[in-house]
Every structure is written in C-alpha cells, then in structure tokens.
C-alpha cells in the first residue's frame, strides 16, 4: 500500500477479516472511521486531518452492528448506533441505564450515527454511555490477526483519551452481564440544557441483593461510575467498597459521599468548576443512595 508523504487513503474493507489484515499491515498508521460524529469534527481543522490511512468500517455493519444474548452477557456490536441502543427492549430489560444514556446522547441525527464502538474508542470523560457501560460490568473485545483479548471497561483507559487497544487491534464488540434479579438502577447527567449538551456531571449505578433487615438496609452487590469528573470515566471501587460494609442509614450515606467526593479528580473548565462537580456528584449519589432505601 504505497502512497505520497501527505496524502490520505481510504480503506474500505468489506469483511471483519479483510479489516484486521489491513491493521496489521498499516494499523499504526490508520484511523478506524464509524459514524463519524466525532471524527469529522475534528477533521474540520485542516491541522487534524491524518497523514496515513482512514479506515473506513461501514462495510462491516453485517458482522459489528446488532445487539443479541450470548450465553449469560449482552452482546452490543461496535457498529451498533445509539439509536440502536435507545431502541432495543433487550437492552431496556437488562440494561436501563445504557439506554437512559443513549436518551440524552446529542440530538436525533447525531443517535443514528454515532457507534458505541466510536464512543468507546473516544473515550471522553465525558462521554454518556461510558459511565452506565462501567456501571453494568462491561468488557471490551478486541480483535487482531493474532486472536481477541477482552478487556473490563474499567482498566480500558491508559489516560484521558488513550485506550490500551494496539494499532493492530479493532474493538468489535461490548459485552455486558445480564441484569441480576431486581435490580435498582440509575443514570443523572447534568449539563446545562436537558439535550445536545456535554456533561457536567454524569453518575451511573446499579444496586442488587439490596434486603430490609430490622436494623436497616443491606447492599448486597453495587457497582457506581461517574464521568465528567476526571480524565477517563471512573468506576468508583472505594465508594462501592463502603456501601458494601455495614448496613445503609445517614452516617454510612454522608461517609459514601465523603469518600467519592475525594474518589473523583474534577478540574474547572468552561463547563463548569471542580469544586461545583464535586458537590454534584455527592448529591447525585445521594439521591440514588435515597432510592435504595424507598426500593428495599
């Protein structure tokens, strides 16, 4: 595959298995094209516009877009749109808050482009669908001529923007466990309008086990994970840790705050302050701390 010093070549490869030959030929020098909608943003400053290969994946749609049950996980397709997902009962059954996500996910024209797998693959903090993804266990397949690796979500970010696939590799799907019996979800994203707006504050969660006992409320199993407030997405290991250690009531509720709120590394930018993130978030744990309580 020869070209000039600054020219730029489309690949348009027409199977999963055309594409991954083609990473591990130029992959180094190739950027995976989805839907676009954040790419060709980008691309709009002459200065951004890549020296190498775009490879464009819309061929693989047949093998990478569909959401289905395999075994016990929920399978999402890398291709997958937002609309997609915003659509799919399987997905409202065993994953509410992913599709709470995709509700608030850019406007209509924007759903019907942008792929999970390019959310993923961006990796924003403040992307919507990463913090329900890391609230809902989800793992990352890679593909390359080598074979797949799966990859949890929440280890996916070496750092703000930089996931740890290889040039050599192509996320080709999400897979998420199914959801346990009764659980207690949430997604919260605040932003400065309802829609088409970035996040200020996003957090995500998903109580399970949660059990009335005479004393109080016991969480069993719960998973938390906030966007916006740091340079990737965040699973909240320390805050989940605390509100599995003793039974839920107003001291452990206030110490779970305290602990996320120091868990979370905000900054100010022209969104918001980090000090107005950090009081956010609490009170969004808050209220679906309140919500465990009124549900057991």
Known sequence: MSRGRDEVEVLAPSSLREAVQVLAEVGAEAIPLAGGSDLMVAFRDVSKLPRGF???????????????????????????????????????????????????????QIRNRATI???????????????????LDARVTLLSSEGPRTVPLYSFYADYRRPVAKPSE?????????????????????????????????????????????????????????????????????????????????????????????????IDDLRSTAAYRRLVAGRLLEDFLGSLLLQA
Request: proline letters at 6%; glycine letters at 8%; a negative charge.
């Open 170 to 266: 192509l996320l080709v799907s999400i897979r998420i466990a199914r959801a346990p019996a009764n659980p207690i979800e949430s997604f919260r994203k605040v932003a400065a309008r309802r829609a088409q707006a970035i996040a200020k504050v996003i957090l995500a969660g998903r109580a399970w086990d949660v059990r009335a006992e005479e004393e109080g409320v016991r969480i069993g199993e719960i998973r938390l994970a906030a966007g916006s407030v740091g340079p990737t997405p965040m699973r909240l290991f320390e805050t989940e840790r605390i509100l599995r250690s003793e039974l839920l009531g107003p001291r452990l509720a206030a110490e779970a705050v305290a602990v996320l709120r120091s868990e979370i590394t905000p």
């Open 54 to 108: 775009v490879l464009d994946l819309l061929g693989l749609e047949p093998e990478l877009r569909g959401i289905e049950l395999v075994e016990d996980e929920v399978q999402i397709g890398a291709l997958t749109t937002v609309d997609d997902i915003l659509h799919s009962s399987l997905l409202a059954a065993e994953a509410r808050p992913l599709v709470e996500a995709a509700r608030c996910f850019g406007s209509t």
């Open 117 to 135: 797998g390019g959310n993923v693959m961006n990796g924003s903090p403040a992307a919507d669908s990463l913090p329900a993804l890391l609230a």
